[in-house]
């Protein structure tokens, strides 16, 4: 088993910047593929982003702000956001699988964290 715990969030004005952490335990996940996903107040749980080690991908709502790197000395992944808008307000849910490629797909994902509330102020 996996456990995944999500840390760094806040609250932080728009136009600013913040860092979530991802650590996992139980295993070593530098070969699973990791993503982070959202959910604003009222919304569905979104994608954000994801990795498998080798390549990245982002939604185009974040492209260019957000920027996803993985530690696997520390079995650690996070996610930098920076220019931050008020519609970045969420929950933000870091996920893990051991099998397939980057995927947007909530469901595929096998692990997921508590979360972490981050809401960004106008």
């Known amino acids: 088993q996996v456990q995944l715990v999500e840390s760094g969030g806040g609250l932080v004005q728009a136009g600013g910047s913040l860092r979530l952490s991802c650590a996992a335990s139980?295993?070593?996940?530098?070969?699973?593929?990791m993503g982070w996903f959202r959910q604003g107040p009222g919304k569905e749980r979104e994608f954000v982003g994801g990795?498998?080690?080798?390549?990245?991908d982002y939604a185009d709502s974040v492209k260019g702000r957000f920027t996803i790197s993985r530690d696997n000395a520390k079995n650690t992944m996070y996610l930098q956001m920076n220019s931050l808008k008020p519609e970045d307000t969420a929950v933000y849910y870091c996920a893990g699988s051991r099998f397939g490629g980057v995927s947007a797909n909530a469901g595929s994902y096998e692990y997921w964290g508590q979360g972490t509330q981050v809401t960004v102020s106008s």
């Open positions: 139980g295993r070593t996940v530098s070969n699973y593929r």
């Open positions: 990795s498998n080690g080798i390549r990245t």
